[in-house]
């Protein structure tokens, strides 16, 4: 998988996308690949929002 592969791929995973969703979108492309984005994409969005909360009142 090229570079804009992995970036399209993980722009999808990005908007929430499931896992099982991203193996039926990109057939083409290995499984283990797409886990490995996904996987690394999360962790990632896990380790850059610890501590950090939003707060927003509507009111």
């Known amino acids: 998988m090229n ?3 992995q970036m399209t791929v993980e ?3 990005s908007t929430g996308m499931e896992l ?3 193996y039926t979108c990109f057939p083409d ?3 283990d690949e797409i886990a490995a984005i996904y996987n690394n994409y999360n962790e ?3 380790n850059n929002n610890e501590g950090q909360t939003i707060s927003i009142n509507c009111s």
């Open 29 to 31: 492309f290995s499984k």
């Open 44 to 46: 990632n969005k896990l």
């Open 3 to 5: 570079k804009k592969d």
């Open 11 to 13: 722009n999808f995973v």
């Open 20 to 22: 099982e969703t991203l």
